[in-house]
């Protein structure tokens, strides 16, 4: 993540690392140790992962399985305004199991697939936007890393790209963290 944002200076300072994906919506305060990293989990869903939120939302829509590039699609379609559903976030945690009967009522309403999807990505978008300004408040303005499937998608991260402090991986090196370790035993022998 840190390689292909750009941002291989934080091998030697302090941030925050969200990874946001079907498997995991977590936030993690990093530390920089000589041989890797002192990690702890600030922040995390309570329920619902944010790419099981958009995978079901998008099923329930008619789009193959997995769903965020194709529901992306069909969200950047839509020009009507986006509902503001409540999102659930208390310091750095989130609830998103709502979201997915949220998204139900509002297609069985308005019958509209694409104001449905742009409902959808506002509301992740809004709950990883509180719980990093959460983060902030306690932690300081430091660095905030995303990676992970659902933050490769282009609403969200113009949601998120507030202060210029924001940096987003490249999905390639989102899935796997054979890069990472690769850079950290590099960084280890330079050392030595």
């Known amino acids: 993540a840190l390689y292909s944002s750009g941002r291989l200076d934080l091998l030697n300072s302090d941030f925050i690392a969200f990874h946001v994906s079907g498997g995991t919506t977590e936030a993690l305060l990093v530390h920089p140790r000589s041989d890797g990293f002192d990690v702890s989990i600030i922040g995390e869903t309570l329920d619902l992962n944010a790419g099981q939120a958009v995978d079901r939302a998008g ?3 008619g789009v193959k399985f997995p769903c965020g590039p194709e529901l992306e699609k069909m969200a950047l379609l839509n020009g009507k305004r986006i509902p503001k559903g ?3 976030v208390i310091g750095g945690n989130c609830n998103l199991s709502g979201l997915e009967n949220l998204a ?8 509209d697939k694409s104001l449905t999807a742009a409902f959808v990505f506002d509301f992740i978008g809004r709950t990883l936007s509180a719980m990093t300004e ?8 430091l660095p905030v890393i ?3 499937g659902v933050m490769s998608n282009s609403i969200i991260r113009r949601m998120l790209s507030v202060t210029g402090n924001e940096f987003f991986a490249e999905p390639a090196f989102s899935s796997d963290n054979a890069a990472g370790v690769a850079l950290l035993c590099k960084k280890v022998m330079e050392e030595k």
């Open 59 to 61: 099923v329930m829509l």
């Open 86 to 88: 409540r999102i659930s």
């Open 104 to 111: 139900a009522r509002l297609y069985r309403d308005t019958e």
């Open 134 to 141: 959460n983060l902030r408040a306690v932690h300081g303005n």
């Open 146 to 148: 995303y990676a992970g």
